[in-house]
């Protein structure tokens, strides 16, 4: 079994992007735009903010209260869409209940839509064109890449089918020629399906739903989930169990997580070189 190291990884991402925006005469610049006193936003915000100042990228948050308006968030975002000094713009999610979170990010200019949710980004996955892709399938799709797994004419089931991961990350692997199923809370015979996986995506937000039993020797395990249980992050997978007949899995913590803050970067700076054609 060979440990899938997002860390390291990650860690790897941010010294190429280092050297390469040390090389630029104008420095990408990151805002991230945080509404609310949610604290694990707060911690993410603040990591994304560090990650960007790291590597030489200009990284700056905008903090607003809870009471914040729908009509003031437009404003902000309306702002930053018309600053050419601005390549990439997040909201941070989850934003409070009152505010129209679909019409706030597809207020946002899609060439600076750093998170790849913009409706215009997921046409632009689907059809294959150009564009930002959403960070975590994209880390997804970069570990399998750096860990040598071929894709092309393999089996891979997805487990999940939000927005977020699970459906962009099925388009992904179908388009790096793998013959994908994606899976979900009415799948039948589910334990069936995931044995004939030769790539196992989990992305269900279910702490340890894949068990040993549902995996096929040799598979290649990536384990998308963070849910805590008992003041522990564990993954979708049972790691220490599946770890005996997967080829390569990924942790949980140390695995897919450190990878979505890396592709914020590099889809901040590929926004930046869209924005300059």
Sequence with gaps: ???????????????????????????????????????????????????????GMEGSVIRKPANTSQEELERIITQLNRDETVHGILLQLPIPDHLDEARALD???????????????????????????????????????????DTSGKRAVVIGRSNLVGKPV??????????????HSRTKDLDQVCRGAEILVVAAGRPNMV?????????????????RVDGKLVGDVDFEQVK?????????????????????????LKAMRIQNR
């Design 1 to 55: 079994m060979e440990l899938i190291d997002g860390k390291a990884v990650a860690a790897s991402i941010r010294e190429e992007l280092k050297e390469e925006i040390a090389a630029m005469e104008t420095k990408p610049k990151l805002v991230v735009v945080l509404v609310g006193d949610d604290a694990a936003s707060k911690v993410y915000v603040g990591m994304k903010e560090r990650d960007a100042t790291e590597i």
């Design 107 to 149: 207020l946002i200019n899609p060439d600076k839509d750093v998170d790849g949710l913009h409706d215009v980004n997921v046409g632009r996955l689907h059809n294959k064109k150009d564009g930002l892709r959403p960070c975590t399938p994209s880390g997804v799709m970069e570990l399998l890449r750096r860990y040598d797994v």
């Design 170 to 183: 099925a388009r992904m692997l179908e388009q790096a020629n793998a013959t994908v199923t994606l899976c």
């Design 211 to 227: 068990t040993a039993d549902m995996v096929s020797d040799g598979a290649v395990v990536i384990d998308v989930g963070i849910n």
């Design 244 to 268: 005996l007949k997967a080829s390569k899995i990924t942790p949980v913590p140390g695995g897919v997580g450190p990878m979505t803050r890396a592709v914020l970067l590099q889809n901040c």
